[in-house]
Each structure stands twice: as C-alpha cells, then as structure tokens.
C-alpha cells in the first residue's frame, strides 16, 4: 500500500511547538518567576509566556493526529526504545555540562542517575511514556463510540479536566491531570473528522484565550510575584480551558496548510523530525547561554531585548545537535525500529 506524503502543516505545527518550548524555557532562566508584575513590559512578558504555553498541548495533539490507529502490538512499544535511548543519552550530556559550568558535584553520579531514572531532566518524556502505554487502550475506546459520543467524551473530558482553573466552582480541582487525554483526543477527533475553521477566527480565539490569561495573571498578582496557584497550579498551566481553546485554534490553523516550496518543505520536515532532540538540548544551552547572562542581570525586564537573541540562538543550536545526534545514533535506531510499519501518515510521526 502506497503511502502518503508528509503533510508539511502537521512538520510546520511541530517546528513552531518546539520553538515554543524554547521560549517557555526562557522564562524558567530569565528571572521572570522572581521579577514583580508591574509595568508594560512585564504584562508583555506575561501574555507571550501564556501564548508560548501552547507548546506541550500542541506536542499531545499531534501525538493523538498520528497514533489514533496504533493497537495494541508489540511495534508500538518497540517504538519507544529509541525516545528512552534519546533522552538518556542527552540527560548524562546534560549533567556533564551541569558540573563543568556549576562547578564539579553539582551532579553526582547517585543523583545523576536519579534524576535521569525519574524523567527529572524531562518531565514530558516520562508523561509520553505512560501515555504511549495507554493509547492502544485510548484507542479502543474512541473506536468504540460513535460520532455525537465522540463530541461528548471530548466535552466532559474539557470540562472536568480545564474548567477548574479559570471557573473554579462545581468542578472538583482534581480532575486536572486528565490535561493529556483531553489534548491527546483532540489530536484524534481532527484526524478523524477535519474540521475547518477561518483563519480569522483562529486567531481571534488564540487572541482573546491568551489576553484572559495574561490578563488574570498580571492583575491577581497585585505587583508581586507570578502566582501559579492562579491557573497555573497543574504542570504551569497547561490543563487551563483557554489553553485548551489558544492550542486547538492554532493547531486548526495550520494543520492542513499547504506549502508549494519543496525546499522548505524539506527544512521543516528535517527540524520536525529532530523536535524531541530540540526539547531536549534546550536544556544545555539554558546552562551555557545563562549562566553568563544571568552574572550581569538579576530582572526579567532586563532579559526583554534579550528574548529575540536567545530563543533564536538556543533554537538553532539544539536543532543542530539534535540533527547531528540522530545521524550519530541512527545505526542503533535502526536496530530498534520497528519491522512492520502502518501504512498512511504515520512514516511522518
């Protein structure tokens, strides 16, 4: 059976998500969560950190869009020995770097080992693991329901796992974890149904979500410090409803984009396909590129310029390394992959 060809809006939705997890770590290194909310800048600051936190949620979408079809077959957890080779490889990367710009001990080898073994370097890739785990099961039950069930599984699930944070009454508060499942269900439900919407009103919803947020934030701070109990109490925000809606407007935007360049085509799809490596590495250029900043700046207003510089350069660094790694590392990958491989989009996961 013929497969399809890669669906350049899907690599364009997962280069822009791992951009976005560079931002969100900019401001984990900016001092941003230690600088008081006051002043145009800082409420500038506060809408981009909530607009960027679509990055995770958009992450999970793609990974319902291509894994709604996966069963329960031992290809699909083969599938996640080279992820687990992945992170491990950058993970000891990452405490070498530690120890040479924190000074030697920052990392031991005992608490090296766990923080490596409890995913403390990358909290998603523990989540994506047990998620994995779950999606032939996830699957079975979207199989299981008709249309008008799917739109209800998907209604309840928003409800009970993002209302909480923005509407905080009715709705008990711990259902929230259930974020990746609303998110992941998204993902298929798209996949399933192709919904369409103007590109006008995306972006308005993205607008409107983002300013709610920003908006709650900067004023339930009170000129003090950024207040995660304020929607942000669940993994920095990510169950929130206006993620919700901010991620779902900007993955229909762009999904089924079509992109008439091949060479671009091509540089997107060469980035896509290295976004869990990006993830990853951000990480170490985070220690390299601020640990020298941060021995002249002390206030996240002045990183503001800064913002424009690092992300970019961090990007385009954790890119290439990614790259370069999994050249390096595609003997072993290879060994790894799975024999059989479902026809159809999925070549493009």
């Keep these: 059976m013929q497969r399809k060809e890669r669906e350049a809006g899907l690599d364009l939705i997962r280069v822009f998500a791992a951009l976005f997890v560079v931002a969100v770590h900019f401001y984990l290194n900016c001092n941003y969560y230690e600088t008081p909310l006051i002043g145009s800048r800082m409420f500038v600051m506060t809408f981009c950190r909530w607009f960027f936190m679509i990055c995770v949620p958009l992450f999970m979408m793609l990974t319902g869009y291509f894994k709604c079809h996966k069963s329960f077959t031992k290809e699909h957890y083969l599938s996640l020995c080279p992820i687990l080779m992945t992170y491990v490889v950058i993970a000891v990367l990452k405490v070498i770097v530690s120890n040479l710009y924190y000074g030697a001990g920052y990392y031991t080898v005992l608490s090296?080992?766990?923080?490596?073994?409890?995913y403390q370097m990358a909290w998603y890739v523990g989540m994506y693991v047990a998620l994995m785990l779950l999606i032939p099961f996830l699957n079975k039950l979207?199989?299981?329901?008709?249309?008008?069930?799917?739109?209800?599984?998907?209604?309840?699930?928003t409800v009970i796992g993002s209302l909480y944070p923005l509407f905080p009454y009715f709705i008990p508060s711990y259902w929230q974890l259930l974020y990746p499942f609303?998110?992941?269900?998204?993902?298929?439900?798209?996949?399933?149904?192709?919904p369409k919407i103007r590109a006008i009103w995306a972006v308005l919803a993205i607008l409107a979500a983002t300013a709610i947020e920003?908006?709650?934030?900067?004023?339930?701070?009170?000129?003090?410090?950024?207040?995660?109990?304020?929607?942000?109490?669940?993994?920095?925000?990510?169950?929130?409803l206006t993620v919700v809606i901010a991620a779902s407007a900007f993955f229909l935007l762009f999904y089924d984009v079509k992109i008439k360049s091949p060479a671009l085509s091509a540089i997107l799809a060469r980035i896509s396909e290295v976004s869990l490596?990006?993830?990853?590495?951000t990480g170490i250029y985070d220690v390299i590129i601020f640990s020298c900043l941060k021995q002249q700046r002390t206030q996240a207003t002045e990183f503001f310029w800064l913002f424009f510089l690092t992300v970019p350069l961090n990007f385009i660094l954790s890119a290439g390394s990614g790259i370069l790694l999994k050249l390096v590392l595609s003997p072993l990958t290879k060994l790894m992959k799975p024999k059989k491989n479902e026809a159809g989009s999925e070549k493009q996961e």
């Design 182 to 194: 609303v998110f992941y269900y998204l993902g298929v439900y798209i996949r399933t149904y192709r």
């Design 112 to 118: 090296a080992i766990k923080a490596i073994a409890t």
């Design 214 to 240: 920003a908006a709650v934030s900067y004023f339930a701070a009170r000129g003090g410090f950024f207040r995660t109990e304020v929607l942000a109490q669940v993994d920095s925000g990510y169950s929130v």
């Design 142 to 157: 979207w199989e299981a329901l008709d249309a008008k069930q799917h739109k209800w599984l998907i209604l309840t699930l």
């Design 277 to 281: 490596e990006i993830y990853l590495f």
